[in-house]
């Protein structure tokens, strides 16, 4: 290749990448219209987890109370992707003892308040989770049931605040507020990464709008090549000052799972 042709070669390579790069950019609304950007940036987070189908993974859940001692538990975790309808899942307790066999069982909805379960192996009961009640503690983690339901973009109202600094990162920051009844919450305000627009942060507001609890992440892993997913989720109760951290582990993808896994009859049958 003579040196015209390799200059020429290096200037045309150059602008397709700077092309490759420009297409990859999300076009967001302005900033004057902030309702309009925080959807955008909360349904381009939604659009790019959507095709995994089914899941499957591990869990510890670590208590830590406010004089800084721990307990552990074990789970196993499903999810089920039903597209435009809410994302259904269930939680089983493998470990401690004490707690082994209860299991949750959620069906998250878009237009109308979620559907959750909750088995009781002492008992030997399917009690149902009364909207009055989803904001209450699940088992005693700093986790309330609404939490662990599919955050689903159209269960709010969003609204852009600010692009700014959020480790090594840029976040888009964006207020959403709950549309359904009985939630615990008057906001939230969330971290979404600007590059591969993942969750970062959540700062919970109670219904007195005084801060609550934290949410952070940890690192995420890269799955099918498509799909991320966090290895550690951390939530801080500011007001009680303790602490329930998530560890996951052994995520598997597309396994086979069916809407009878996801019924209320199924969960005796999940231990």
């Not at 990859?24 to 925080?38: F, H, I, K, N, Q």
């Not at 609204?159 to 959020?166: F, G, V």
């Amino acid at each position: 290749m003579t040196g015209s042709s390799a200059k020429f070669a290096a200037m045309a390579l150059g602008a397709w990448l700077a092309c490759t790069a420009a297409a990859a950019e999300v076009a967001l609304p302005p900033e004057s219209d902030p309702a309009a950007r925080g959807l955008a940036i909360a349904e381009e987070m939604d659009r790019r987890d959507r095709g995994w189908g089914d899941a499957s993974a591990e869990m510890k859940m670590i208590l830590t109370n406010a004089n800084g001692a721990t307990s552990e538990r074990e789970l196993r975790f499903a999810m089920m992707e039903r597209e435009g309808e809410g994302d259904w899942s269930l939680m089983v307790f493998d470990r401690p003892l004490d707690v082994a066999g209860t299991a949750l069982l959620t069906h998250a909805w878009v237009t109308k308040p979620d559907d959750q379960w909750l088995y009781l192996p002492a008992v030997k009961r399917v009690r149902r989770i009364s909207s009055a009640n989803k904001s209450g503690p699940f088992m005693g983690s700093e986790f309330a049931f609404e939490d662990l339901a599919a955050q689903e973009v159209g269960k709010f109202t969003w609204a852009w605040l600010r692009d700014e600094p959020c480790g090594e990162r840029t976040c888009h920051v964006v207020d959403r507020i709950p549309a359904y009844e009985g939630s615990g919450y008057t906001r939230q305000t969330v971290w979404i990464d600007t590059e591969h627009y993942l969750l970062r942060k959540i700062d919970y507001y109670d219904r007195k709008s005084s801060l609550l609890k934290t949410l952070t992440t940890g690192e995420y892993e890269h799955y099918l090549d498509s799909f991320w997913r966090p290895r550690e989720l951390d939530m801080v109760n500011h007001e009680s000052r303790k602490q329930t951290k998530l560890l996951w582990q052994k995520y598997e993808f597309r396994t086979g799972l069916k809407e009878s896994d996801f019924t209320p009859a199924a969960l005796e049958r999940a231990r």
